[in-house]
């Protein structure tokens, strides 16, 4: 593949998006027109990328402009844009490209600000889980909600919230933690956990709240700078063994004392054997990430090199040295990182939910309450072809009772109105993307030029990129420039240097056809303007 070719397609797709309105044309191709303004922008845009210097100037530029145009001419001639292959990858693009336009920046940008503003916190908490599915009854939910409302009374009555955990809450671990999780930060837990925590205040307790696992309350203990994550090295004897601490101590002696070597030590009497063959190094690992009477310890270390005190945690008991400190990076460094995690956790709901409900108003959607209350009280499932009423109008689209009721049969959820209101938000995403490129002129433009940047790889894959792997006609290639070009060497020894050379001679030769297919005619008032202009 000509690198070359593959790179000013690139730029040339990558065009900035202009409105086509009162502009000034620079060139026709048989009459279809290419505007002055166009061609500014892309070429302000990607003038700096093209390394070959002899390309950099504008009339240079416009000449590869031109032969572009010409291809993406034929492809459409040739029909292209119609094979199902082709179309098949165009619409998993065109997915691709549609997504954005289904988010709020505004939101996203507050979303990612946050999460590093949390980042820099870590809050201590406690709280009480009761289990709850997604699809649960109206009563199951209430029942939930009640039973949190009464265990936080007796919080707020005084009694201690450990206590009342045990009594009230599902968590698996309460028995052992009292439903104390302990300190975590920003981007740990699942997002309205995380909500919750960090916009209760220290001392307070919180009101019932919904998670993905259930209802929860919550107690915020206190909220502290982030330590930034730390990496060490440990020695640990097991709690089972009878002389654990007098085993501990020994090892702690000829470290403080003797100046032994620590990783030695780890590596001939640790029992984590996982971090024992590497002197007992751990991953580096941040508040949150590691059992809190261990990391407890780990962050009291000030200097790197530093020894603690042995120490007893559930798994036995421990020496810790620490090796490094790595504060909280900066938002930039970060940004990147928090974005990826933003976008696919359920703060990713968010960012979407103000597109619908601005796509709701727009599109004038309407629900015909009556069909729908129909399906809620009859057995749909036994004769569903009689529900044939309108339920959902979006503009001008009427969508059936029947629509609805194929969806209820893919979905988990026995709710009538939660499954509604997924289906509702899907009809109008499909009926947003079905019709974005007629509704919106910057996704059209871009899209066009996605389109035709695909169709050139494809014309040019079948003009010069297969060409030039037919053996027989590289060889012919080769042979007519033997003498001249490559001065009687093997073309098995220079296969690389001879593929590049033909391929490049057959889009010159490409080019020239194009000229004589297509009457290619400039502005030339507006040419010798363009020319002049200090771009």
Known sequence: M????????????????????????????????????????????????????????????????????????????????????????????????????????????????????????EVDVSHILLFLKPDATPKDTLDAYNKLIEARNLVMNGNHFSDVALKYSEDPTVQQNGGRIGYFTGLQMVYPFENKAFTTSIGDVSMPFRTKFGYHILKVHNIRKSKGDVEVAHIM???????????????????????????????????????????????????????????????????????????????????????????????????????????????????????????????????????????????????????????????????????????????????????????????VIQYYKQHIETDNEEFALMFKEFKEGLLLFDLIEKKVWNTSKDSLALANYFNQNKVEKYQNKELSNIKGTVISDFQEYLEKQWIKDLYLKYNVVFNKSEKRKLLKLKI
């Open 237 to 427: 004897i097991k709690n089972d063994s009878s002389n654990a601490k007098i085993k501990i101590d020994s090892i702690y002696n000829q470290i403080s004392t003797k100046n032994a070597n620590f990783f030695e030590l780890a590596t001939q009497f640790s029992d984590d054997k996982a971090s024992a063959i590497q002197g007992g190094r751990l991953n580096k690992f941040g508040t949150g990430q590691m059992v809190e009477s261990f990391a407890v310890e780990a962050f009291k270390l000030e200097n790197e090199g530093e020894v603690s005190k042995p120490f007893q945690t559930q798994f036995g008991w421990h020496i810790v040295k620490l090796l490094k400190k790595y504060p909280i990076e900066s938002f930039d460094k970060l940004k990147e990182k928090i974005t990826q995690q933003v976008e696919n956790d359920e703060r990713s709901n968010l960012i979407g939910e103000t597109v619908i409900k601005r796509l709701f108003k727009e599109y004038n959607v309407a629900v015909n309450e009556d069909a729908l209350q129909k399906l809620n009280t009859d057995n749909w499932k036994d004769s569903p072809e009689k529900f044939t009423s309108n339920l959902l109008t979006i503009k001008d689209i009427h969508i059936p009772q029947s629509s609805f009721i194929s969806y209820l049969k893919t979905v988990k959820n026995t709710d009538i109105n939660k499954a509604f209101a997924g289906f509702k938000e899907k009809e």
């Open 2 to 121: 000509n690198f070359r070719i593959v790179t000013l397609i690139v730029l040339f797709i990558a065009t900035n998006i202009v409105a086509q309105n009162n502009q000034k044309v620079l060139f026709s191709i048989n009459d279809e027109p290419v505007f002055t303004q166009e061609f500014i922008d892309v070429y302000k845009k990607n003038s700096a990328l093209i390394e070959d210097s002899s390309k950099k100037g504008i009339e240079n530029y416009l000449n590869l402009y031109v032969n572009y145009k010409l291809k993406v001419k034929q492809a459409y001639e040739l029909s292209l844009d119609t094979f199902p292959k082709f179309k098949n990858e165009l619409n998993s693009y065109k997915e691709s490209l549609i997504a954005p336009y289904l988010k709020d920046k505004k939101v996203s940008e507050h979303l990612i600000n946050e999460a590093y503003e949390r980042i820099l916190k």
